[in-house]
């Protein structure tokens, strides 16, 4: 079973994002009805990052955010962003973030190539970002404000989230967004049977992406550590991935993404990605997974694209259904 891709109207009550939408309600540091917009209003803090000691308002009220896991971040901390940039997709801003949440935010342009006059029209007293994305572009973002950047996204996301709290001067409301996820990601571990069960229970993750080979997630990304949290099984195959990030096949070694359970994304055209040539041939029929029913089609905006403990909370609800079924 190859599954449609699932439009889930997650439970309400999953932990992480209620936690969020929680603080939301607490209300500080939505950028749209501040009066105050002066930058380091307030006072200022010193907050470490990639490219060394920043000073940031204590209490930053425009913020601007240029890729996806920032965005994630500041939505989970309470905090609506002034301007953000979008991923590749059609629907701008990634779909798994609430609504009302991304609802009135500037768009600053693509998180390849943001457009630097919108941000600094926004006239905002912080930005967040990552070196890997923007650090060629670092003196001319300070020049507009003080500019925070995580070494990279991805994998060190955990990290990179707390580097955003300092920078928000939200620190103890991330230590309740991270006790949230914990407790949650055990409740996930207990309703598949417990750690020895789960560490049995072999997972691979497929991405199909326009323009490349399909790609076999290893365990050095952010959705292997979201795996790794619930004390999921992965296969040797994982072990071989580039970088620990992933192994890439074409559609006739699709038979080396052989697990209990496969989880399956597509990023572009899915034609163009091979998805269609791959799901139709003998080789992906054949596999255990396919006859026993438990490979899942996800959406690739929230497993992939999504980086953060917003997308993670739904992550953990969809990883419960899937494996409970």
């Not at 997974?289 to 497993?303: E, H």
């Amino acid at each position: 079973m190859t599954g449609n891709l699932r439009r889930r109207t997650l439970a309400a009550g999953s932990v992480v994002l209620a936690g969020a939408l929680a603080l939301t309600a607490c209300g500080s540091g939505s950028g749209n009805d501040s009066k105050d917009t002066s930058p380091g209003a307030g006072g200022t803090h010193t907050v470490k990052t990639a490219m060394g000691d920043v000073q940031v308002p204590d209490a930053p009220k425009r913020v601007v955010v240029l890729d996806t896991a920032e965005l994630d971040s500041v939505i989970t901390l309470g905090v609506k962003p002034v301007g953000a940039a979008h991923a590749d997709v059609e629907s701008g801003f990634l779909s798994y973030l609430p609504k009302d949440q991304v609802a009135g935010v500037k768009d600053v342009g693509a998180i390849t190539q943001p457009n630097l006059e919108a941000v600094a029209a926004l006239k905002p007293d912080l930005i967040l970002t990552s070196k890997v994305r923007d650090g060629d572009k670092y003196d001319k973002l300070k020049a507009i404000a003080p500019t925070v950047m995580t070494e990279s996204t991805g994998h060190p996301w955990k990290e990179n989230f707390q580097v955003h709290a300092d920078a928000l001067g939200k620190k103890d409301e991330a230590a309740k967004v991270v006790s949230a996820y914990d407790a949650h990601a055990k409740k996930v571990t207990d309703a598949v049977g417990g750690k020895e069960k789960a560490a049995a229970t072999k997972i691979n993750v497929v991405r199909f992406v326009e323009g490349a080979d399909i790609r076999i997630y290893g365990k050095q990304n952010y959705i292997a550590t979201i795996l790794a949290d619930v004390g999921l099984g992965r296969p040797a195959i994982t072990d071989k991935a580039k970088d620990g990030f992933s192994y890439d096949v074409s559609p006739e070694k699709i038979d080396l993404a052989a697990a209990d359970v496969i989880f399956h994304s597509t990023y572009g055209d899915p034609k163009k990605a091979k998805q269609t040539q791959t799901l139709g041939s003998g080789l992906w029929k054949n596999l255990p997974a396919v006859k026993n029913g438990t490979v899942f089609q996800v959406d690739d905006q929230l497993w992939i694209q999504g980086i953060g403990y917003t997308a993670a909370g739904k992550i953990l609800d969809e990883l419960r259904a899937d494996l409970t079924k």
